[in-house]
C-alpha cells in the first residue's frame, strides 16, 4: 500500500462501461487521490483518463492516469470489471468459462507484483469471480470480496421505495444468495423505518403476492436493463464506489456484498451474497442474517447452484 500520509491508491482493471463509470462516481466523490486504470485498450484508457482529470477542478484533486498491472505494487484497493459483458439471452452463468480465462490472466500479474491490498470484483459471473480470485490469489478471506447483491438489494429498496413512496433509503432490505437468478429477497427480516416491512405491507394493503412480483422484477431487472440498452453500468458502478468508499474510509459499513464463509447459514468454502461488515480490512465480519427456513432453504439452493458451477469451470480451465 502506498506510504504517503493521507494518501490512496486504486486500480482499476477493465475500462468498459461499468469500469468507466465507476471511475466517473470515484472522481465525482473525491474517494482516492491517485487512481490508475488498466486495459488492454490502451488509447481508450489514456483518453479517459485525461478526461476523467478534468473532473477534479470541480471535486477534488486526484492523480488519474492510465497503468499497468505494475501499478498495483503499492495499491490499496484492485478493482476488476474485467471481462466479457452479459449479452441479451445470456444468464451470469453462462459466462462462467470466458471470464474465468480473462481472469486469471489478470490475478497473478497483479500479485506478482507486490500487491498487498484488497481485491474488489464486480465481473460476473461474480460469486465465482471472487472466489476464483481468492484462490488465484492466495489472499485470505478479508481480502477478496465482490459487489455480491449490493446491487440487487439497491433495486429492492429502489422497488419498496416507489410501492411505499417512502425515500429508497429509509428501506432496510436485502436480496441474498447468488447474484443472478436463484437470488431471494429477505422479507422476513427487512424494515422501512424501523417498521416490520410483512407488517408495514399488510398496514399498507399490500399483499404477499404483490411482494412476491417486486421480487420477481427486481431479480430480472438486469435483463430488462440490457435488452433495451445492451448493458447495466450505472447502479453497479454506484455499488462499487459505495464499498470503495467504505473500504478507503475505515467505516465498518454493513452492505450486502458476496463474502468468504466459514459456517455461517450452514455453508462453507464458497463466497456468496451476504450482508457483511466492510472496513479497511475488507471484510471485517459476515452479518449472518436469521432467516426463515423457506430462506434457509433457498440460501442453500443457491450455494449448491454456485459450488457445481464454481467446480465444473475451474475445472475446465485446469484442461
Keep these: 500500500m502506498s506510504n504517503s500520509v493521507n494518501h490512496q491508491k486504486v486500480l482499476l482493471v477493465g475500462d468498459g462501461a461499468v469500469g468507466s463509470s465507476y471511475a466517473f462516481a470515484m472522481m465525482q466523490q473525491g474517494l482516492a487521490e491517485e487512481f490508475v486504470i488498466v486495459d488492454v485498450l490502451q488509447d481508450r484508457i489514456e483518453g479517459d483518463a485525461l478526461d476523467l482529470e478534468d ?27 474485467a471481462g466479457a459483458p452479459q449479452k441479451p439471452g445470456e444468464t451470469r452463468l453462462d459466462l462462467v468459462n470466458k471470464n474465468l480465462k480473462i481472469l486469471s490472466s489478470i490475478v497473478k500479474p497483479i500479485v506478482d507484483a507486490g500487491f498487498d491490498g484488497i481485491f474488489l470484483v464486480a465481473a460476473n459471473p461474480v460469486d465465482i469471480l471472487t472466489y476464483a ?26 422497488a419498496l421505495g416507489k410501492r411505499f ?95 468468504s464463509l466459514d459456517g455461517e447459514y450452514g455453508l462453507d468454502d464458497i463466497i456468496i451474497g451476504t450482508p457483511a461488515i466492510v472496513n479497511g480490512q475488507g471484510l471485517k465480519e459476515v452479518v449472518e442474517v436469521p432467516l426463515t427456513g423457506a430462506e434457509k432453504e433457498a ?14 469451470g475451474l475445472a475446465n480451465l485446469e484442461k
Excluded at 480470485?133 to 429498496?157: C, H, N, Q, W, Y
Aim: proline share 3%; glycine share 6%; net charge neutral.
Design 165 to 259: 413512496n417512502v425515500d429508497p433509503r429509509s428501506v432496510h432490505a436485502y436480496m441474498m444468495g447468488e447474484h443472478g437468478d436463484s437470488e431471494f429477497a429477505a422479507y422476513d427480516e427487512a424494515t422501512i423505518g424501523g417498521y416490520p416491512l410483512k407488517a408495514y405491507a399488510a398496514k399498507e394493503g399490500v399483499t404477499d403476492e404483490e411482494l412476491a412480483d417486486i421480487e420477481d422484477k427486481v431479480r430480472n431487472k438486469a435483463y430488462s436493463i440490457i435488452n433495451r440498452k445492451g448493458a447495466t453500468f450505472y447502479g453497479i458502478a454506484t455499488c462499487l464506489m459505495r464499498i470503495s468508499k467504505a473500504i478507503l474510509r475505515d467505516e465498518n459499513a454493513i452492505l450486502p456484498i458476496c463474502a
Design 55 to 81: 473532473a477534479q477542478a470541480f471535486t477534488a484533486p486526484k492523480n488519474v492516469y492510465a497503468g499497468t498491472y505494475a501499478d498495483a505494487k503499492d495499491a490499496d484497493l484492485v478493482v476488476i470489471t
Design 299 to 312: 440460501m442453500a439452493k443457491s450455494a449448491a447452484a454456485l459450488k457445481k458451477i464454481t467446480a465444473d
Design 133 to 158: 480470485t481468492r484462490k488465484f490469489s492466495g489472499f485470505p478471506k478479508e481480502k477478496v470480496i465482490g459487489s455480491g447483491t449490493s446491487l440487487d438489494s439497491a433495486r429492492l429498496m429502489v
